[in-house]
């Protein structure tokens, strides 16, 4: 099992960047994929961007190809989404989440989540 601690998020302004880290406790982190999803208000949460379990591969939304990054420090068992050139429809609470097995865009099928964190995007 593991537990999953987002940090990071806040207030910028459009074209803005921030760095959203998760950390996690237990001691096989390394070998976990994991992702970063985010709900907007009044929307259902949506995939931003996922990583294997050794960096080797990722996966990114179209919202944020060209924009975000995710990538991962299996030594200090944190995940990060680099975003850039935020936009104000990038406002939401974004949440990290484990899985074993194979890397996926897919909600459900992670079962470990962080309580998320806050990221508003003034114009």
């Known amino acids: 099992q593991v537990q999953l601690v987002e940090s990071g998020g806040g207030l910028v302004q459009a074209g803005g960047s921030l760095r959203l880290s998760c950390s996690a406790s237990?001691?096989?982190?390394?070998?976990?994929?994991m992702g970063w999803f985010r709900q907007a208000p009044g929307k259902e949460r949506g995939f931003v961007a996922a990583?294997?379990?050794?960096?080797?591969?990722?996966y990114s939304a179209d919202s944020a190809k060209g924009r975000f990054a995710i990538s991962r420090d299996n030594a200090k068992k944190t995940v990060y989404l680099q975003m850039n050139s935020l936009k104000p429809e990038d406002t939401a609470v974004y949440y990290c989440?484990?899985?074993?097995?194979?890397?996926?865009?897919?909600?459900?099928?992670?079962?470990?989540w962080g309580q998320g964190t806050q990221v508003t995007v003034s114009s």
């Open positions: 237990g001691r096989t982190f390394s070998s976990y994929d």
């Open positions: 989440a484990a899985r074993s097995g194979s890397i996926s865009k897919l909600e459900y099928d992670y079962p470990y």
């Open positions: 990583i294997s379990w050794s960096g080797g591969t990722t």
